[in-house]
């Protein structure tokens, strides 16, 4: 069973940022899409980026500018880096494919301060 590990969280002030990182144990990471999801306390898991497995990207229009989705196929890692960090971000943050998604993963905590 694949398993995604999140890690890279954690508490910052407004403006500021913070990279995650999002270990697979899939032997297929490099033929998939990987997205980036966040769920805020009472809402629903939203995607906020996506990249091909040829390195094409695509964001939602709240983080466009700000955060950045890349890859590394060799270490079957995806990363995300967030830059001028707001408190709407604050969320629980998940790595996974597109649908059909894999078992979630934990999460990662962002905790963005005003």
């Known amino acids: 069973q694949v398993q995604l590990v999140e890690s890279g969280g954690g508490l910052v002030q407004a403006g500021g940022s913070l990279k995650l990182s999002c270990a697979s144990s899939g032997s297929t990471f490099s033929s998939r899409v990987m997205g980036w999801y966040r769920q805020a306390p009472g809402k629903q898991r939203d995607l906020v980026a996506r990249?091909?497995?040829?390195?094409?990207?695509n964001y939602a229009n709240s983080v466009k500018g700000r955060f950045t989705i890349s890859r590394d196929n060799a270490k079957k890692t995806v990363f995300l880096q967030m830059d001028s960090l707001e408190p709407e971000d604050t969320a629980v943050y998940y790595c996974n494919t597109d649908q059909p998604y894999r078992p979630w993963g934990r999460g990662t905590q962002v905790t963005v301060l005003s």
């Open positions: 990249i091909s497995s040829t390195g094409s990207t």
